[in-house]
């Protein structure tokens, strides 16, 4: 339990690891480095570095080191781990001076800023041999909009399921009733249980901060326009989007305090039997049961709620190499290795995250599943929608962004503001930021 909840904390900070600054752009020193393919004899040394998993994956990753070097004779590996307090200025930094070291471990959101800064080797061109054993939603995470490559190897991956409380369920009058599949399901379903509630349940806590943008890209919603130069979500169906939001609040389908709150709070709330449906992560369902057995009890589990075509949503962490790497040959031949897929299926049985690989999927720890158990359940659905999942909180999505344009929503929903007015002043001001 201690590693499940070490790690849950460590996959949702990671999942929301936003730079507050980017780098300078034109030619600085973090930028330089050649596109050419990376050549050279697998000997050497190079550096790691992870973000938060130190101590709890101490033997996994030293183990994976310890296997590599047996592999390629002559070769050493240096681990280091960041924490996350201080990690995006330590990289930023080191970026700009060129002394990142040689394999960074990064998800797209921070990569990104740092991949248009031209920092990272293209992996197009450097790992085309492996480009196909990875789920295409996550090789595609470390593209860059309007320019050619992908710059990471995929590495761990989370998404969501939906939970649901089947005792709440029961006392809405819905016994034995499936849980939404589309955020039209869920939206109605949310007012009706909350009506049977009357305030002592809810059927669905918003968490405005980390669903409103991946519920708009469900829904249809175009984000960006096609270069990602500029927000384009003041849409009909976004507008329709906050107006039934809005209907449910003012129906008191909505706790009032739960307007401003995250996903901490709606964890805290289903595991208080206040909430009946929970979207969130599989590991979460562990901290349920130990925070609330009675209520992991009554837990169903369900596909996480999808887009009409299917699409789910997903976090991505990957491998990076930057250019200015002394050793690139032994560096990119260590990020494949971690990669690969025999590395990730032994990562994942250890703690509760998802294979970037696809033969990993396939394998009989995510196919071949108790049916009586929830959380070998959750394991197996998470497994089957990520062939259809992608990445769908764009990197410009940032903590300023976030907080501009939710501050505009909630207006909306509370009634303050014009939901079509909300949208409007939102992408408004959030292109001014983008153009930045």
Not at 1 to 21: N, Y
Request: proline residues 6%; hydrophobic residues 40%; aromatic residues 8%.
């Amino acid at each position: 339990m201690r590693r499940t909840r070490a790690f849950a904390a460590a996959a949702v900070a990671a999942a929301f690891f936003l730079s507050g600054c980017g780098l300078s752009s034109g030619d600085d020193a973090g930028a330089g480095g050649s596109n050419d393919p990376i050549n050279g004899e697998v000997k050497g040394d190079i550096t790691f570095a992870t973000l938060a998993l130190k101590p709890t994956f101490d033997d996994y990753i030293n183990g994976l080191i310890e296997k590599f070097e047996a592999q390629h004779p002559g070769t050493n590996v240096t681990w280091v781990d960041l924490p996350f307090q201080g990690a995006q200025e330590k990289i930023t930094n080191d970026a700009q001076a060129g002394t990142l070291p040689d394999v960074v471990n990064l998800n797209p959101n921070f990569a990104q800023k740092l991949e248009k800064q031209g920092v990272f080797v293209d992996m197009e061109t450097n790992a085309a041999d492996v480009k196909d054993s990875f789920v295409p939603g996550a090789w595609d995470a470390f593209k860059v909009p309007g320019q050619a490559g992908s710059y990471g190897l995929p590495w761990y991956l989370t998404s969501e399921i939906t939970m649901y409380n089947k005792d709440l369920f029961a006392q809405a009058g819905m016994p034995g009733a499936a849980p939404p599949k589309t955020i039209d399901e869920l939206l109605t379903q949310a007012e009706k249980i909350s009506t049977a509630g009357k305030g002592r349940f809810y059927g669905w806590h918003p968490a405005l901060e980390n669903t409103f943008v991946p519920n708009l890209a469900k829904l249809g919603v175009p984000l960006l326009n096609d270069d990602a130069s500029k927000w384009t979500f003041n849409t009909p169906e976004a507008v329709q989007y906050v107006t039934r939001l809005r209907d449910l609040y003012a129906s008191k389908a909505i706790a009032p305090d739960w307007l401003t709150q995250d996903h901490a709070k709606e964890t805290e709330a289903y595991s208080a039997g206040r909430v009946a449906l929970f979207p969130s992560g599989p590991n979460f369902l562990k901290v349920v049961g130990q925070n609330a057995p009675a209520v992991a009890k009554a837990t169903g589990v369900a596909p996480q709620i999808a887009s009409a075509d299917g699409t789910t949503n997903m976090s991505v962490m990957g491998l990076l190499v930057p250019k200015k790497s002394k050793n690139p040959a032994t560096a990119l031949e260590f990020a494949k290795f971690v990669s690969n897929a025999e590395n990730q299926l032994a990562f994942a049985k250890i703690v509760t995250i998802l294979p970037s690989t696809s033969d990993s999927l396939k394998d009989p720890y995510f196919t071949q599943v108790d049916a009586a158990d929830p959380t070998a359940q959750a394991r197996r659905i998470s497994a089957e929608q990520i062939a259809k999942a992608q990445n769908l909180t764009p990197v410009q999505w940032d903590d300023r962004t976030k907080a501009l344009v939710i501050g505009k929503v909630q207006l909306a929903v509370k009634g303050d503001l014009d939901p079509k007015a909300a949208l409007d002043q939102a992408v408004d001001e959030a292109n001014k930021l983008l153009a930045r």
